[in-house]
C-alpha cells in the first residue's frame, strides 16, 4: 500500500482538443497545452520546479523528449525532469511520479503533461506493435491477438456467466457519445442509438466499431501543488485524497486461468484507494474510468464497487451511470467517444474529474460533485491504479 504523508493540490489543468492532429509537431501541441494550464492555475513558468512527461509512443521522432520539452519551455529545474512509461498506465505514472516529488520535498510545483500521437504512423504498424504487446511476443502475437480480442473475450465471457445480452452491454457506448456530446474536447460527439452500435462494422465478435476506442492525438498538462501553495492562490482547488495500486503478478494472456470478468486488480486497487482515502465506494460522486471498450466500462465500475456485481450494463442501459444518475461514469465521454490517446488518457481522466469537482464542466456537470475517482489500467486489468479525489473551497 501507497500511503500518502500529506495531501498534493491540482491547481491547473490545460488540454487540447482529442482528434487527428495532420500538421501539428507534438512539442507544439504540447507547449499549448502547458501554457493553458499555466493560465488556468494563476501562476508564471518561473514558479514551475519539475516536470514529468508520460513517455510519448515508441515511433515518436524525438528522442530524449523531457529534456528536449525542459529546452523548449526553457525551464530549469532542481527537482526533476524525467519521462515514465506503463502502456497504458503511463500518464497515471507521469501523474504519480509529480505528486511524489512535491510529498518528497523536492518541489512545491510540479507538473505531469504528456502527448501521444496515435495517429501519427499507418494502422498497420500500430497494430503489429499492439500485438506485440498483448501476450508472449513469441507465442501469441504471431497469431495476430491484439487488445481488443480479448476485451471480446471478457465480453462473450460475461454474457455467458450473468446472461445479459449484447444490447445491454451497446447501451455504453450510447451514454458516452451523449456526455460527449456536451464536451468540447471530445474526438466524437455526433449522438448514436443503439441500432448504430448494433450494425456498425465488427471489429471482434461480439463488438463493433462504436463499441471500441479510436485511433486518437492529444496532449494534456496537469500542474501540482502543495496544499499551501494552493491555499495562498485564493481560489477553489481539488486534491488527491487516497491512491491504491496493484499488478495481479499476470500478463494480459496469463499462463494460468483467471477469472476473466473480476478485474481482481481493479478491486484491489479500488480498495486501497478507499481505505487510504476514508470513504467508501457510495461516497463517489463520479467517476472517470479508463475503459477502452464498453465491456471494460461494465467490469471495471463493478470492480470498483461503484455498480453490483452482473449489473453493470443493466445500470447503464437503466441511466444509472449517466449524467443525472446515481453515479455518473465518463462523463467526458469516455475512451470511446472523448477519444483514447492512451499514453495521456489518465491525464484525460484526471483533468475531467477537477473539472467536475471544481464544478466547472458546463452542461455536463455533475450536480453537487465533491469527491471523485479515475483508474488506468496495464492491459485488460492486470493492473490498476486508482486516485480519489475531493473538492476544496
Known sequence: ?????????????????????????????????????????????????????????????????????????????????????????TGGFAFNQAMNEILLGNCKICVALGVSMETAVPSSEHMNMTMRSVGDVDFHAPFGFTPISWYAMDAVRYMHEYGVAREKIATVAIKNRFHASL??????????????????????????????????????????????????????????????????????ISDKPNEMVKLEAARRASQLAYEKAGIQASDIDVAEIYAPCTIIEVLASEAFGLCPEGEGAYWAEEGRTKLGGSIPICTSGGCISRGHPPMVTPLYNILEIVEQLRGAAGTRQVKDAEIGLTSCELGNYNAALVHIFERRV
Do not use: C, W
Not at 491540482?10 to 482529442?18: E, Q, T
Open 183 to 252: 464536451n468540447p474536447l471530445a474526438q466524437y460527439s455526433k449522438l448514436i442509438e443503439l441500432q448504430d452500435v448494433l450494425n456498425a462494422r465488427p471489429v471482434v465478435e461480439p463488438l463493433g466499431l462504436l463499441e471500441v476506442p479510436p485511433r486518437s492525438d492529444g496532449a494534456v498538462s496537469l500542474i501540482l501543488a502543495d496544499v499551501e501553495t494552493a491555499k495562498s492562490l485564493g481560489k477553489p482547488y481539488v486534491v488527491v485524497k487516497g491512491r491504491g495500486f496493484y499488478h495481479e503478478g499476470a500478463h494480459q
Open 1 to 89: 500500500m501507497i500511503l500518502i504523508q500529506k495531501e498534493v493540490a491540482i491547481i491547473g489543468i490545460g488540454a487540447l482538443p482529442i482528434k487527428k492532429y495532420e500538421k501539428e509537431l507534438e512539442h507544439e501541441m504540447l507547449i499549448k497545452a502547458f501554457s493553458l494550464s499555466i493560465k488556468d492555475a494563476g501562476i508564471s513558468k518561473e514558479d514551475i520546479e519539475g516536470l514529468v512527461f508520460a513517455h510519448p509512443r515508441p515511433y515518436t521522432k524525438q528522442r530524449y523528449f523531457a529534456t528536449f520539452m525542459a529546452g523548449h519551455l526553457r525551464i530549469k529545474s532542481s527537482a526533476t525532469v524525467m519521462e515514465v512509461v506503463g502502456n497504458g498506465m
